[in-house]
């Protein structure tokens, strides 16, 4: 069964100072991966995806993602933060012969100090 | 843009009451979702719909129920509230194919059970 793991719930980071959202995943089979990024106070938004091809994927807002077959792991990074990158990231995966089941990470929380 | 609107933002319920989270969607996408968020858990799938009429089970349909009647609404059901049901509820929408379409979320609802 697939699964996926972020394993810090909260990271902290100074403005302008780079990050990376750590996404490991688990899967016996060829997978899609997602990265989701959920403001205060709203629904989650797609923030880039692999789908095939090119291991770097870029996305929205300045994030890229680097998917790693080997390590199994996808994650996410930019260079220099801002103050409203401050929202909950949420890594996912599904199989690519699923037709709907996508599953989530526990989510990670960007905090971006002044 | 895809707009996915949930009914209400903010709830609260009774133990024991039957409760209804509506959520419609505007751009005619085929799959619909609904999801609950909890704090260290990430995203859980409850049903999902692949069109009218159909559903199927996630992972944690126990107290749930859910109908699609018409291909914009997806409601979710509880029988029965109880407190462990005091979470938030996101519901989202996507295309049927391809497989690989990202999920459209509404803003949520906080329902709370007491």
């Known amino acids: 069964a697939q699964s996926v793991t972020q394993l810090d719930s909260q990271v902290p980071v100074f403005e302008e100072a780079p990050v990376e959202l750590r996404c490991n995943y688990s899967s016996s089979v060829s997978v899609y991966l997602f990265w989701y990024v959920q403001y205060p106070n709203q629904g989650l938004q797609l923030l880039l995806k692999?789908?095939?091809?090119?291991?770097l994927v870029k996305g929205i807002n300045g994030f890229e993602a680097e998917f790693n077959k080997s390590q199994t792991s996808f994650h996410l990074r930019k260079p220099s933060v801002h103050i409203s990158d401050t929202a909950e990231y949420f890594c996912a995966v599904s199989e690519v012969d699923s037709s709907y089941k996508l599953i989530f990470g526990s989510g990670t929380r960007l905090l971006v100090r002044p | 843009d895809v707009k996915v609107t949930q009914s209400s933002r903010y709830l609260v319920k009774r133990t024991g009451e039957k409760v209804f989270l509506e959520c419609v969607q505007d751009m005619d996408h085929e799959n619909m979702f609904w999801y609950r968020q909890d704090p260290g858990l990430g995203l859980r799938l409850i049903y999902f719909s692949y069109d009218v009429k159909m559903k199927e089970k996630g992972d944690i349909p126990e107290g749930y129920s859910v109908s699609r009647e018409k291909k914009e609404r997806f409601s979710l059901i509880l029988e029965s509230a109880s407190t462990n049901q005091t979470s938030m509820y996101l519901c989202?929408?996507?295309?049927?194919?391809?497989?690989?379409?990202?999920?459209?979320f509404g803003n949520g609802t906080r329902l709370t059970v007491t």
């Open positions: 692999y789908l095939s091809g090119s291991t």
């Open positions: 989202a929408s996507r295309l049927g194919q391809p497989y690989n379409s990202p999920l459209h």
